[in-house]
């Protein structure tokens, strides 16, 4: 029997407000792959609408329990990155996912750094710079456009104006590793993203229907049923409209209850469908373009 496949998620850890591994894990879980976390740092909350969060900084032990991976000799499906602290993290992280990728592992790197044409406040233009080194490690980026303007060194308004079929093959790097880029929106009332596949050159754009709110961690749940899906063996852009229709379904369990989105995405009750939901459309709610 295969054992259960594995993704060591290298991702920061924050107590209340669903985002990181308090999304990551459960999601992963529920897709019937075991989650590795390596934790970043430990927040109180995350820093999207609160005020006065702790941070631990983790990036000793980081580390020291990436090390111990290496001399137990362990392998996973994938390596999956998230929100960094410090660019320390970073080459830490760019290390062990070339060491993993020697052993068989695909590397899906979301280059957190911002979003809505602003920078995180806790990063800065090196923090940036080794992020982009970071991603250069990467089998498959996910960025929003504010991280795509930032991987590209473009004005956020000229990427956001360009065709996301043109931003996607930039981002590629002459097709050198596939991308997904998180927020598109072919027209009014629909979302998705556009995406690069490096396998064989080829970009396609999955749409569903946008809810009309904004939710905290959905970036993170987008990139997790990605991660999830693609360990699965699913195609990229297949991998990209699964997670784009389970974003969608846990917006639309969200909205009605009015919650402050710095709580983020009501996702928990919905894990239920993500576990039997084994490649077949998602109650039948699943849409393309």
């Keep these: 029997m295969r054992r259960t496949p594995r993704v060591a998620a290298i991702h920061d850890l924050s107590g209340f407000g669903r985002c990181s591994l308090t999304v ?8 019937g792959v075991q989650c590795c976390p390596l934790p970043t740092a430990y927040l109180s909350t995350h820093t999207g609408g609160f005020a ?8 000793d032990a980081l580390a020291g329990a990436m090390d111990h991976w290496r001399q137990l000799d362990l392998t996973f499906e994938a390596v999956y990155t998230g929100f960094m602290g410090s660019t320390r993290q970073m080459a ?3 290390a062990f996912i070339r060491d993993m990728q020697e052993k068989g592992s695909v590397a899906v790197v979301d280059p957190v750094m911002g979003d809505h044409g602003k920078l995180y406040r806790t990063y800065t233009p090196e923090m940036c710079q080794a992020m982009a080194l970071l991603a250069d490690a990467a089998d498959v980026i996910v960025p929003n456009y504010t991280e795509a303007a930032q991987l590209l ?16 093959r930039r981002l590629s790097k002459d097709g050198g590793r596939s991308v997904v880029l998180t927020g598109v929106s ?22 569903t229907d946008f809810v009309g709110r904004a939710f905290h961690g959905t970036g993170d749940l987008f990139a997790s049923v ?26 639309a369990h969200t909205a ?34």
Excluded: H
């Design 92 to 94: 830490l992280s760019a």
């Design 226 to 251: 990605l991660t999830g899906a693609i360990v699965q063996g699913a195609s990229l852009k297949e991998a990209a409209r699964r997670a784009a229709e389970f974003v969608r379904l846990c917006a």
């Design 52 to 59: 006065g969060n702790t941070f631990l900084d983790m990036t």
């Design 256 to 289: 009605p209850q009015d919650l402050p989105p710095r709580e983020g995405i009501d996702f928990e009750p919905m894990l239920g469908a993500l576990a039997t939901w084994k490649g077949a459309d998602l109650e039948g709610i699943f849409q393309q373009e």
């Design 24 to 31: 990551v894990m459960p999601v992963l879980s529920a897709m």
């Design 153 to 168: 060194g473009l004005p956020y308004a000229d990427v956001t104006a360009a065709p996301p079929e043109d931003t996607v």
């Design 186 to 207: 072919l027209r009014p009332g629909r979302i998705g993203a556009a995406c690069f596949d490096r396998r064989d050159g080829s970009v396609s754009v999955v749409q």
